[in-house]
T-cell receptor
Framework: AQSVTQLGSHVSVSEGALVLLRCNYS??????LFWYVQYPNQGLQLLLK??????LVKGINGFEAEFKKSETSFHLTKPSAHMSDAAEYFC????????????FGAGTRLFVKA | DAGVTQSPTHLIKTRGQQVTLRCSPK?????VSWYQQALGQGPQFIFQ???????QRGNFPDRFSGHQFPNYSSELNVNALLLGDSALYLC???????????????FGQGTRLTVV
């Protein structure tokens, strides 16, 4: 069965600093990997995704993530944090087990200090 | 394109009541998945509908049931509501053009259900 672990339920960075949100997954079949962002009282917005091909993927708002199969990781980074990045971030894995099923991590709340 | 739409946006119900939540998928999508997101947690997979049948199910009791209509829209029904059913219910749609290829899921804004 697949699972997703996000290390750190809360991460705090200063504006302009590097953002690093960690995600590790477990899957018995090749996964599709996603990062979503959720603002208060809203649904989920896709930041970026890895399906096949290049392991370094770029998303919206300057975010990127690298799929490392050997480490079963898909960490999210952004070189310079902006106040508007403050939100909840979810890592998710989708696998084909007789139909595509997506499992989410517990989420990481990102705080950005002025 | 209206994207994924869910109704209602907010709902308050009493313990023991039944509730129906609705979802219209993004144009061109034929697969609908439902998720429950409790406060401070990640979304939990409830079930997925394709071709009007439940194709996969998460670890939720039979009180949670669903339906998909010929136009691909979907309903989530919850019977005998418990206080613990209070959550944001999210609907996601995707397109199953090939069982080997996954197209990204698009999420609606959710329905906030409060059980009192």
């Amino acid at each position: 069965a697949q699972s997703v672990t996000q290390l750190g339920s809360h991460v705090s960075v200063s504006e302009g600093a590097l953002v690093l949100l960690r995600c590790n997954y477990s899957s018995s079949v090749p996964p599709y990997l996603f990062w979503y962002v959720q603002y208060p009282n809203q649904g989920l917005q896709l930041l970026l995704k890895y399906t096949t091909g290049a392991t370094l993927v770029k998303g919206i708002n300057g975010f990127e993530a690298e799929f490392k199969k050997s480490e079963t990781s898909f960490h999210l980074t952004k070189p310079s944090a902006h106040m508007s990045d403050a939100a909840e971030y979810f890592c998710a894995v989708t696998t084909n087990t007789g139909g595509f099923k997506t499992i989410f991590g517990a989420g990481t709340r990102l705080f950005v200090k002025a | 394109d209206a994207g994924v739409t869910q109704s209602p946006t907010h709902l308050i119900k009493t313990r023991g009541q039944q509730v129906t939540l609705r979802c219209s998928p993004k144009s061109g999508h034929d697969t609908v998945s439902w998720y429950q997101q409790a406060l401070g947690q990640g979304p939990q997979f409830i079930f997925q509908y394709y071709e009007e049948e439940e194709r996969q199910r998460g670890n939720f009791p039979d009180r949670f049931s669903g339906h998909q209509f010929p136009n691909y829209s979907s309903e989530l029904n919850v019977n005998a509501l418990l206080l613990g059913d209070s959550a944001l219910y999210l609907c996601a749609s995707s397109r199953a053009t090939d069982s080997r290829v996954f197209t990204e899921a698009f999420f609606g804004q959710g329905t906030r259900l409060t059980v009192v």
